[in-house]
């Protein structure tokens, strides 16, 4: 069996060769304009992302993880704050609150979307909490309406989490202008991705919009004038140029996600022993992951292995349990349903160049290995 074609779980090499000469073209510009540190190309690729989020200003940063720092920043979070979130997800959303000293308070999430829960939020709420911050898991929005009614009873922001979401709608409306303002990540795996690291903050806020400008760039209103403590988390020129090409591709990438998505849906739909990760009816999914849940899911994942399949798991561990986070106080059993959603999810191979015979290989091998359970 092992000598079949290996299926990774994510392959970047296709797209990467689809749009090959443009990026190659965006690069060269760059070799020779040499504007290497923000410059024209950041520039229309922040005016491009913007208009493609809904929002008036998109600022684009180094990372992820530096746009969700900034936009806590911006929000005014600091040391004796709390900030709302999940321990359901990428380490980077808890660590962003701790870079600026404020406290993660973290509720469980929805069995179903494995979104946060709006109703673990209220109880959560003190008289230190300035922001709620969740995150649109795998490609699909949280479940915004109730999120966004609690914060607006308690005058709290709300940041959204989109590094994993770029493009997916709720009601309607897409995320990171859902809330006071939206993060994303272009590391090179995500929906869209740099040739190397990358992020922006969405927002339609004027005044969020010229912090965040000014925070990324040392705090600068103008040349050598520090009005704020600032970083350096400017996003380079040759990611700006990559970007503004994958940008345009993106929609169609997207729509052969779905179908990919759609595919596996209807093989794997009546396998026994086996949950896709429910979809919020709100939302559109730009499945970033496609997530299946199971008992003995470490058992299923080296089966494939054995025939080539290779899987991923988002997150083996909440947040809370991490070695590095224990420091927050939590210990097992506090968040259930983030525990056994760390316990059973298994992403299944997801890129646009997957192709359908593929789908249907891991599809049918996933089917073969339940079914045996089921017989033994
Ligand atoms: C990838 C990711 C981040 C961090 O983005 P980087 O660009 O890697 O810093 C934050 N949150 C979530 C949910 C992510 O998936």
Redesign the pocket.
């Known amino acids: 069996m092992t000598d079949l074609r290996p299926i990774p779980l994510f392959d970047l090499k296709p797209q990467q060769l689809e749009v090959r000469a443009e990026l190659v073209s965006a690069i060269s510009a760059i070799v020779d304009n040499c504007q290497f540190v923000l410059g024209d190309a950041v520039s229309a690729f922040e005016a491009d992302f913007a208009s493609f989020c809904g929002t008036d200003e998109a600022i684009a940063v180094n ?6 720092h900034l936009a806590l920043l911006a929000a005014g979070v600091g040391p004796g704050d709390e900030v709302i979130t999940v321990p359901h ?2 380490v ?2 808890v660590a ?1 609150v701790l870079y600026v000293g404020a406290k993660p308070i973290l509720v469980d999430i929805d069995p179903v979307t494995l979104t946060m829960d709006p109703s673990k939020i209220e109880s959560a709420i003190s008289p230190r909490t300035k922001v709620i911050l969740p ?3 795998y490609g699909q929005a949280a479940d915004m309406k109730a999120i966004l009614s609690v914060a607006k009873r308690h005058g709290l922001m709300v940041i959204e ?1 989109a ?2 979401a770029h493009g997916a709608e709720y009601s309607g409306r897409p995320v990171g202008s859902l809330g006071d303002m939206g ?1 994303f ?3 090179p795996s ?1 929906n869209l991705g740099a040739n190397g ?3 922006a903050i969405t927002t339609s806020s004027r005044a969020l919009a010229e912090r965040v400008r000014m925070l990324r760039d040392w705090g600068q209103t103008s040349k050598g004038v520090h009005q704020l403590a600032g970083f350096n988390y400017r996003m380079d020129g040759f990611q700006g140029a990559v970007l503004g090409v994958k940008l345009k591709r993106l929609p169609e990438w997207t729509s052969r996600r779905v179908a990919i998505a759609h595919r596996y849906a209807e093989r794997l739909n009546e396998v026994g022993g086996l949950e896709i990760v429910g979809s919020q009816p709100e939302s559109t999914h730009v499945y ?1 992951l496609f997530v299946v849940r199971c008992k003995g899911r470490d058992t299923l994942a080296q089966q494939l292995r054995a025939k080539n399949i290779f899987t991923g798991v988002h997150y083996p561990h909440s947040v809370h349990l991490q070695p590095a986070y224990l420091g927050l106080g939590y210990q097992a059993g506090d968040f259930p349903v983030a525990e056994h959603a760390a316990r059973s999810v298994l992403s299944l191979p997801m890129y646009p160049g997957l192709g359908d015979e593929d789908v249907d290989r891991v599809s049918s091998a996933i089917r073969d290995q339940l079914n045996d359970r089921l017989v033994a």
């Open positions: 990372s992820g993880t530096s746009a969700l997800t990428f980077a959303t962003a995150v649109h898991l989490d590094a994993q993060c990540s272009f590391y995500k690291e990358g992020g970033h």
